[in-house]
């Protein structure tokens, strides 16, 4: 059974800092890009950064460049989002996915391919001003 399990939500202050993990397991986690979307009350789904494991390519929106970083431990099969400099616009429910192949689903440049094959159940973020 496929699953993706996000964890490392919670309140925090505007300038802070959060790291959700994304556990995998039920698929060769090392040949699928992992990506993260968010989605805020209202807003349609966006997609924030992607990786694919099998050489580490990554992809970063333009809203959280330079803020978020994305890393993958094939080890563990996890992928976390270390998420610096939050602001209230960060706010949203953070969601894991996977699909391959790899570089197709995360070729390092943009727009993200949101076609992705499993999701995970989502984890909250809530930035306060």
């Known amino acids: 059974e496929v699953q993706l399990v996000e964890s490392g939500g919670g309140l925090v202050q505007a300038g802070g800092s959060l790291r959700l993990s994304c556990a995998a397991s039920g698929f060769p986690f090392d040949d699928h890009a992992i990506g993260w979307f968010r989605q805020a009350p209202g807003k349609e789904r966006e997609g924030v950064t992607c990786?694919?494991?099998?050489?580490?390519?990554?992809y970063y929106a333009d809203s959280v460049k330079g803020r978020f970083t994305i890393s993958s431990d094939n080890a563990k099969n996890t992928v976390y989002l270390q998420m610096n400099s939050l602001t209230p616009e960060d706010t949203a429910v953070y969601y894991c996915?996977?699909?391959?192949?790899?570089?197709?689903?995360?070729?390092?440049?943009?727009?993200?391919?949101?076609?992705?094959?499993?999701w995970g159940q989502g984890a909250q973020v809530t930035v306060s001003s």
């Open positions: 990786i694919a494991n099998i050489d580490g390519t990554t």
């Open positions: 996915a996977a699909n391959r192949p790899a570089l197709y689903y995360c070729s390092g440049s943009g727009p993200m391919n949101y076609e992705y094959a499993y």
